[in-house]
């Protein structure tokens, strides 16, 4: 069964570092996500793209997230000054459409120091 | 806005009994439900959703979830419980007609089944 992948598994990065992580969505998929939890809290939205463009975002994807699908097959998310508080556990979703269920990938345990 | 609930942070049962995770939702328009299932260091797995018809929906491994419309409620549920279903259990909701939004997850249900 197809899956979605995400790497690297594990990031850990200082403070004000830049740091990109990367999905690559399951192949027929047309919607994408980004997810984040924090230890021991819910998984919250960050954003969703379609069509090569933010559909939608959350008050938490501020200026310093950026996301592109730089190559029709991965699909990343950069963080641009990285904070203790990005500390999380960063999930990706893909989703075909229509009644779908979106699928996630095991996630990119972001640690910032 | 939609918002989920699951008011249990803990369920135990022991293995071979049923199993019961209450979840509770909140949408403007008509619900998109969704059931997930979270193993230690993994991502979230799909087990079951509604959308229309029958209120009692079947999933992977087992697992059906019930639609009540005038309780607002989606609880999952398992007629005989394994140790392997201990897990995060998380509901998640999204508005049907509004095409491909984001899911809203509820604070997610931790279940031990117990030998």
């Known amino acids: 069964e197809p899956e979605v992948t995400q790497t690297p598994s594990h990031q850990v990065t200082q403070m004000g570092q830049e740091v990109i992580l990367r999905c690559v969505p399951i192949s027929n998929h047309l919607y994408f996500y980004w997810y984040r939890q924090i230890l021991g809290q819910k998984v919250e939205f960050l954003v969703s793209?379609?069509?090569?463009?933010?559909?939608?975002k959350s008050e938490i994807f501020d200026d310093q997230f950026s996301v592109e699908r730089p190559d029709g097959s991965n699909f990343t998310l950069k963080i641009r000054s990285t904070k203790l508080e990005d500390s999380a556990m960063y999930f990706c979703?893909?989703?075909?459409?229509?009644?779908?269920?979106?699928?996630f990938g095991d996630g990119t345990r972001l640690s910032i120091l | 806005a939609q918002s989920v609930a699951q008011p249990e942070d803990q369920v135990n049962v022991a293995e071979g009994n049923p199993l019961t995770v209450k979840c509770t939702y909140s949408v403007s328009g008509n619900p998109y439900l969704f059931w997930y299932v979270q193993y230690p260091n993994r991502g979230l797995q799909f087990l079951l959703k509604y959308i229309t018809g029958d209120n009692l929906v079947k999933g992977s491994y087992g697992f059906e979830a019930e639609f009540n419309k005038s309780q607002t409620s989606f609880h999952l549920k398992k007629p005989s419980a394994l140790v392997s279903d201990s897990a995060l259990y998380f509901c998640?909701?999204?508005?049907?007609?509004?095409?491909?939004?984001?899911?809203?997850f509820g604070k997610g249900t931790r279940l031990s089944v117990i030998a």
């Open positions: 998640a909701v999204r508005d049907l007609y509004s095409g491909n939004t984001p899911l809203v």
């Open positions: 793209f379609y069509n090569n463009e933010i559909s939608e």
């Open positions: 979703a893909s989703e075909a459409g229509g009644s779908q269920p979106q699928h």
